[in-house]
Each structure stands twice: as C-alpha cells, then as structure tokens.
C-alpha cells in the first residue's frame, strides 16, 4: 500500500495551544512545492466527534469542505491556501471515525475474537490510513499535523502511531517538527526556555525526538536562547528555527526557507537530493501586502459568530487576497446581525460606512432578520454586495418579499409554515433527518448565463464549486422574481437548482448558493470576490 518514494513529515506542538502547527505545516508544504515536490496534507484531529460537521462555530470554527464532500477542520484550507492542492476525504482523520472503524469491525467478527486494545488495534488503524493517503496521493512528501498538544490524553495514540511508524519504514524516512512557545517574562525581561525543554522531554517520554524544532516567539530569539534549547533537546542549533510573529501568515514560508534555510535541514534529514526552492511569488505577494496598508477598503462582513473570527477564516482570507490583488488592504468591519434585528442603531450605521457589505454562511434563525436586513440596505443603496450560502438565502427572501410585497416570504428552516417558501429544503429531504453528513456536501457543477455578473467574473460558462447547505431556491417562484428584476445567473446543468443570483439594476449585488471562499487562493483570488472588491473600490 505504501509509496516507496514518499516521505513524512510529523508536525506536533507543545506547551500550549493556538500557535499555528497548521500555519507551520502549510508553509512547508509551500516551501517544498515551490521545489517542485508533490505536496498532501494529512489533519489528525484527537477528538471523538466523527467529523467537524455538527460542531459549533464558537467551539472550532469554521468547517472547512474539499471538493469530495468531507466536512473537515479549518486547518485544511491554510494547508490548500498555501500548497494550492485540492484535499480529498484522506486529508483529515478524527479519533471518532477510527474508533468508529474498528468497533464495527469487532462487532462484524473481523478481529477473530482478540481482544481490542488501543496498541495494537487503534495505532494500527492510524498507520494505514497514512499509508492509504500516502498510496492515494502519490505525492513526494506527505505532511502529517497531530492536532492538539502534546501531552494531552487523547492525541497518546497518535504519537504512539508516529513512533511505531518511523520504526517501520525507516528514519531516513520520517521526520519530526515540533512547534513550541517561547514565553516572555516581562518582569525578568527575557525568554523562557524551560517550557520547551519540558515539551520535549514529554516528547521523549514517548518515544520521539524531534528533527527541527520551531519556536513561536512575540520578541527577537537569541542566540542563547536556541544554544540552550540546542543543548536540552539534543538538536543542532541550525535546527532550532525562530518562528516569531510576523505582518502576515503569508510571510511564514519566507522566514523559514530564507533566513533558516528549512529545506536544506529537510532534505539532508530525509535524504532527498537538495532542489533550489522559488519563493518569488510569496515574497511579491508580501511586498505588496506591506504597501499597502495606507490604502484601506472597508467592508462589512454581517455574521452571527463574529465572536470567534476563525468561524470565517476562509471569507476573511478571500477578502484579504482580492484586496491585494486591487493594491488595497481588507479594513473588516465586523457587523452583529443579532444585533442589527433588534434594530441597533449603532450597527445599522456601520453599513452606510462601508464600500461593499458580505453576508457569510450559518445555520439558525439567530440574526437572519438583521442579515436580511443588510441584503435590504445593499439593494436599496446599490452598495455592492456579496452573499454566500445563506447569505443568498436571505438575499432571496429580502427580494421576494419586496417584490410580492410580502413580509411573510421566508425560508421553511427560519418558518415552517410560510405561505411563500421561496427558500426550501432539499428535495428528498426532511427536517428531521440526522444532522451530520447529509447536507449538499462538496464540488458541484454550474452553468452560467453568459448576461451575468458571474460569467464576466469567471470567464467561463461552466464552473465547479463546493457546497455545504440543506435548503434551497424554490424554482416556484423563479418566473415572478426574474420579473421583477432578479436575475438567476447560474443552474445547475440539469436547471433544477438555483447556484447564483444577482439584481439586474445594481452596480454588483452577486450571492451564490456555494462557498466560493473555499476556492480562493492567496497568489489567485476568487473571481467573485476579486470582482466584488473591483466594484467596492467604485
């Protein structure tokens, strides 16, 4: 089942959480691609939910969806934004569906009547599921990041995992990072080490000795500080990389490879011979983020989650990467649409203040009046706009119930009983169905009306695009609304399903059914939202 050729890289973290093991592990792989190696990313997630689907947004953020439908933890869109891969199903693995795995497989008799245990049983698992993505793949080097912290109960398999595999396929075949903190004592005026010789030692506690360490760090690391670390972690101080915090994340492939020289330390460790890596395109994309500051575009993001920021992390980079490539930088205005619902003044406000408004995803009816409220606002000011998912949900019923002048036009997931359903469930399904994996999950084709915003947006009259939603456009009132002025800019090929709409008599006021944030890439932004922000700076 194993690539011979392929080679791993475990990326763990220690002394705590949040540093940006996934941030790290995606400007690797960026860093390897830009060598000319295929690059798969792998998200070992210790949790025992079977995916990140039925999580809430305060809890984990956003749900990140690839192409093949799988509900997966957001670290996988840094790992595409960077490496520019599209991931599969084989790109994130969670405690639940190994578990799941194997007590069906002691249920059906497939273990013979052994006793299950976590070694051998659960580690095994583990370890052929990287090796299937591995096999899958095909790619040169396969990144591995072990979610959590070491030391943490539940990620124990997974090291042991790592361990068991590197002992079986060979060390010039596997190799270890691990991403620590360097706290500042503001009283003593320096760098503490010891939490990182401790986050080590806990590493070797298990089996594992780390090949490069990297060192998170909001001050300058010095030159004793890596010497000691050097010392107590039994590494060469070459492989003991500052990691500090930088203007922006897209900077991080750059500190690696061009002050640290990272791949070189790889490619020895691993055994690989040495390519020159081409950075030029992340370092211009840099330049051009550090200029211009001074250009600010402000735009409303109108979300009901806007007290976790990472719930839109792939809207907020998609922003970011359509305003570099206009020369501007993203000014976020956060907008509460519970907020706006209960008519506060002072959010209402913030939308005359702004160049262009972005109504995201969510489900609920928590704060769909104050989003449908924004739709309002930005069709009546012709101030560009831009909904996605359910943000074309409630563009749908703003519009409808202006042109039936009807307040009661809704979705049957806000209110069942309706009279006018313009938003409905998914044919075939019903409200009450289980909650995890059956939405309209993954990539999905569409045609485009060559009149249409989209088409000159796209280039193109057929597009893929991902999806993760339950409710849909009713067709019913397709014919009454496209005479009033809303035009359907985008079908399904087999025209049943509404994937855009757009106003005729408005400068830009775009909104899909899909998710085209997941598609955006910091070196090539979306279409849309490239357009969106062309149309803001009108």
Known sequence: MIVERTKFIFITGGVCSGLGKGIASASIGAILRSAGFSVFSLKLDPYLNIDPGTMSPYQHGEVYV???????????????RFIDVSLTRLSNLTTGRIYEKVLKGERSGAYLGKTIQIIPHITNEIKDYIKLAASESQADFVLIEIGGTVGDIEGEPYLEAARQFKQEIGSENVLFIHLTLLPFL???????????????RELYRRGIQPDII????????????????????????????????????????????????????????????????????????????VTNHKKKMPIALVGKYNENHDAYISVIEALKSACYFHNVSLELVWVNASKLEKNDQ???KKLAKVAGIVVPGGFGHRGVEGKIMAAKYAREHKKPYLGLCLGMQVATIEFARHALNTQDANSTEFNPKTANPVIHILPGHTAEEEKGGTLRLGSYPCILGKDSLSHKAYQKSRIDERHRHRYEFNMNYRERLEKAGLRIAGLSPDKRLVEIIELKDHPFFVASQFHPEFKSRPLRPHPLFRDFIKASLK
């Open 346 to 348: 002072s959010e209402y």
């Open 186 to 200: 503001r009283t003593s005026g320096e760098l503490k080490t010891k939490p990182t010789q401790m986050s080590v």
């Open 66 to 80: 690839t192409d093949d439908g799988t509900e997966t933890d957001l670290d996988l869109g840094h790992y595409e």
């Open 214 to 289: 990297l060192v998170r760090s909001d001050k300058p690391v010095t030159k004793e500080a890596i010497q000691k670390i050097a010392l107590f972690a039994d590494v060469c101080e070459s492989a003991v990389i500052p990691a500090p915090t930088v203007r922006t994340i897209y900077e991080v492939p750059i500190n690696f490879e061009k002050k640290y020289n990272i791949s070189k330390i790889i490619f020895e460790k691993l055994q690989v011979a040495s390519r020159k890596t081409r950075l030029e395109d992340w370092e211009n994309l840099v330049k051009k983020i």
